[in-house]
């Protein structure tokens, strides 16, 4: 595939005009003037989830795109839109982008790394305390009017100061997660990744590489951060759960599909681990019913990275991605650089 790049249809080279972009979904106006500044843009400003047949045909002659996770790029977009030489996702995470089917046809990829990671962090920090402590579960009790008395046992969680952090993916995020439990909250911390961190980052936070079964079985604040794919696939499942303690709690922040979600309802309704706290779902918008029965989980709309200042930097990174990659400049954050240097 040395030359997929330049077998690739041209879309807006020189002497067609400006390259045309997609923008497939409502992004904050500033970014859309700046991509117009650099070509034809199609826009979204109704933010329309499209079908994957709208999305071919929105595609049509399009040289980028600018992608959230809602927008699948596989082999059959790729084949229908043989001009598109970029998608840049505004996420981390990239489990929408067949990355195999994009290197075979040199397309570019980008994401949003890094700008995201302090802000997602604090967000799971916060949902795994929201878990601990019964935060969302007492709240609801209190605003339906149920509440008569003070008494010694109501709404009792677990502490979340001195516990021990478990962290599966010790990614950036994870990194930042396991920073604010060692440091801010005296937590002792254990994580489980396919490597290990370098001994200079581990020490700071104390944390401890350990297996998956010593991570189900020690932690008492499990939190997932680690990409999805099909080997993390039902990563947290009945056979998991069950070797957690019936004290723990368990927060994702990272993707739906990483939990089974059915194994997880049925958990916590049977009191099999204490608390849950989701941000992400499998089949997302939709929540599996047995999670909306449970009263011991906190469950939020995916809004892990939702301050305005981290969206806004997550799109801007996006735009910058999309701009450089279509003139000549050098993309801050390729997933596949290996096609950058493909003859077009
Ligand atoms: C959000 O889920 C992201 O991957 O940035």
């Known amino acids: 595939m040395a030359d997929a790049m330049s077998s690739r249809a041209s879309a807006g080279g020189p002497g067609e005009g400006r390259p045309r972009v997609l923008i497939a979904r409502a992004v904050f106006p500033q970014v859309v003037q700046r991509l117009r500044a650099h070509f034809e843009v199609e826009d979204n400003p109704d933010d329309t989830v499209y079908t994957r047949a709208e999305l071919i045909e929105r595609l049509r002659g399009k040289a980028g795109a600018l992608t959230t996770g809602s927008e699948r790029i596989d082999a059959e977009v790729l084949d229908a839109n043989p001009q598109l030489r970029v998608v840049a996702n505004m996420a981390v995470g990239y489990n929408n982008f067949d990355i195999p089917a994009c290197n ?6 980008t994401n949003t790394p890094d700008v995201l990671t302090e802000t997602t962090a604090d967000f799971g920090f916060a949902l795994m305390m929201a878990a601990a402590r019964r935060i969302a579960e007492s709240e609801h009790f209190l605003r339906s009017g149920q509440w008569s008395r003070w008494s010694y046992d109501m709404y009792t969680g677990s502490d979340v100061h001195g516990a021990t952090l478990g962290i599966l993916g010790m990614g950036r995020i994870g990194q930042a997660i396991a920073r604010r439990g060692a440091l801010g909250f005296g937590m002792r911390v254990i994580y489980h990744n396919r490597s290990r961190l370098a001994p200079e980052l581990e020490a700071p936070l104390g944390a401890r590489h350990v297996d998956k079964a010593t991570l189900l079985r020690e932690s008492d604040h499990l939190v997932l951060v680690l990409p999805y794919s099909a080997q993390s ?19 994702n922040v990272a993707r739906g599909g990483i939990v089974d979600d059915a194994a997880l309802a049925q958990a916590l309704r049977e009191r099999r681990i204490a608390a849950a ?5 499998e089949g997302e918008p939709s929540v599996h019913p047995g999670l909306l029965e449970v009263p011991n989980v906190v469950l939020t709309p995916h809004i892990a990275s939702a301050t305005v200042a981290t969206r806004r930097a997550m799109a801007e990174l996006a735009a910058d991605n999309l701009i ?14 290996e096609v950058l240097g493909r003859p077009r």
């Open 104 to 109: 075979a046809r040199g397309v570019l990829a």
């Open 233 to 251: 696939h039902h990563a947290i499942g009945a056979a998991e759960l069950a070797q957690m303690k019936p004290t723990a709690t368990l927060t």
């Open 277 to 281: 706290a989701l941000d992400v779902f």
């Open 324 to 337: 450089a990659a279509l003139t000549a400049g050098a993309p801050p954050t390729p997933i596949n650089p």
